[in-house]
C-alpha cells in the first residue's frame, strides 16, 4: 500500500472540465458531457463545481453529477448548485468512488433550473492516471 502511495504522489495530476452550463436553462432540464474516457485506469483526487459568472436568484435546485454511465452518480451523487456564489468561487463535490476503470467513460450531467435565476458553472475534475 505505502508504494502504490509513494507512486501516485509522484504522478502528475491532470484536470479535466465540462463544458460550461448556464444554470437557468429550465427547470429539469438536463445536459450530459461526456468528461473522459481514458485508456487507462484513473483515480479521481478532487471534483468541484466552479461558478464562472455571479449566480442570481435561487439555484440551489438545479444539480450536478459524475457518473460512468450518462446521467450516472456512482462518481458523485446529484449535488444541488449554491446561492449567491461569485465569480471563482467553488462547490466541492464529494466523491462516492474514486477509481475509473481503462477504458470507462466519465460522464456529467447537469439539470438546470427556471429561468428566472442566472449564472454559469462547469464541473472540474482533477486526477492521475496509473501506469
Known sequence: MADMQQ???????????SRLFNV???A????????????KAVRILKARVVYTTE???????????LGTTVGGVEVVAATAYENSKTVGTET???????????????????TGVASAAAGEVYAEVEYSVHE
Not at 507512486?7 to 472540465?17: D, E, F, W
Open 7 to 17: 507512486s501516485l504522489k509522484k504522478q502528475a495530476r491532470l484536470l479535466v472540465r
Open 24 to 26: 437557468d436553462n429550465g
Open 55 to 65: 449566480t442570481a436568484g435561487t439555484i440551489a435546485a438545479g444539480t450536478i453529477s
Open 28 to 39: 429539469g432540464t438536463t445536459i450530459d458531457d461526456v468528461l473522459m474516457k481514458h485508456s
Open 92 to 110: 466541492a463535490l464529494v466523491l462516492a468512488i474514486n477509481e475509473i476503470a481503462a477504458g470507462t467513460m466519465l460522464s456529467c450531467r447537469h
